[in-house]
């Protein structure tokens, strides 16, 4: 299964990822956590990649299309992955098609989810993630069972910097300017399954599971 999850923050790409990555044995590959590790590790890619994070812009096409090129080619990626978060633009899409088509391989699907602005502000600002595994939580929507722990690994949970109002309003807006047109792009080659993401979370995860089943 080679799908992509899209949608804006805080729609819930993470969230059905992790799940579907135990269902269908496939990685997820977040460009978001692959670039918060670098940052965490002060690494020259977390170094410059920084700036653009914190301001809720998105950094340069040409590193995330390089980071991605290269996580395809792990083994791991063999049997298919989850792409969360990238791409984020059309010329992220059209790298990734060219890269695809190097290595024999094409897209099985796209998911989109559709999520209201004021629910994504709602989610993000009480969103919660591990910092051990990345997996996500929300205060009032799917809240851990002890208070700051990760239920799935025992490390502590912490809020994302980016996470604050004015840095989400921001990226809801880049979102709506460069992503956006991904929907059509993704419509016209009629890969594209469009999902009511205000649903909970069991819900969305019941219809993205029997869509793919149908594929
Ligand atoms: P994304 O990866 O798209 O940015 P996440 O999966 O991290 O979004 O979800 C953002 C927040 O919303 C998290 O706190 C998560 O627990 C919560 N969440 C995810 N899906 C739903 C849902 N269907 N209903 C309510 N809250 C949700
Ligand atoms: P996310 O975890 O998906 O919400 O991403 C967090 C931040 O990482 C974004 O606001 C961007 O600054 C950056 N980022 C993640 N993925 C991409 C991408 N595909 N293209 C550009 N920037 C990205």
Redesign the pocket.
Known sequence: MKLILL???????????KMLTDYFSIPQISTGEILRTAVKEGTELGVKAKVYMDSGGLVPDEIVIGIVAERLQEPDCQNGFIL??FPRTVAQADALQTNLAEMDKTLDRVIS?DVDEEALVE??T???TCKDCGR???VK??PPAADEVCDACGGQLFQREDDCEQTIRKRLEVYSSQTTPLINYYRQSGLLTEID?????AA?QAQMLSTLQAN
Do not use: E, F, N
């Open positions: 949608g804006p923050p805080g729609a819930g790409k993470g969230t059905q990822a969360d978060g989810l989610r993000l009480g969103r919660r996500g939580y929300h929507y799917d993401g205000m649903q909970p979370i969305v």
